[in-house]
């Protein structure tokens, strides 16, 4: 997983059947390729972990390949998460 200049999210495949990103499934891809994200997200951050990804941007927290979450809807759930 990388970021472009322009802010895009690169990365090797999104998820499969089971929701795994390719690596952690055995997948592997030869060329990376733009994250179907909408257009008007500009990634600032990523990272990635043998089994995690996540990547931060302005309005949108996207993670693991299936969730786009408004931010503050994102940390809603973490400070909810927290909580218990």
């Known amino acids: 997983m990388a970021t472009s200049e322009s802010g895009k999210l690169i990365t090797c495949g999104s998820t499969d059947d089971l929701g795994q990103s390719y690596v952690t499934s055995g997948k592997h891809c030869e060329t990376p ?3 179907p994200l909408p257009p008007e997200v500009c990634v600032q951050k990523a990272e990635a972990g043998w089994d995690h990804c996540v990547a931060r941007a302005m ?3 996207h993670g693991d390949g299936r969730n786009v979450y408004p931010q503050e809807e994102c940390l809603d759930k ?3 998460i927290r909580a218990k």
Do not use: G, N
Request: no cysteine.
């Open 33 to 35: 390729e733009p994250f």
């Open 59 to 61: 309005k949108f927290i």
């Open 78 to 80: 973490w400070k909810e």
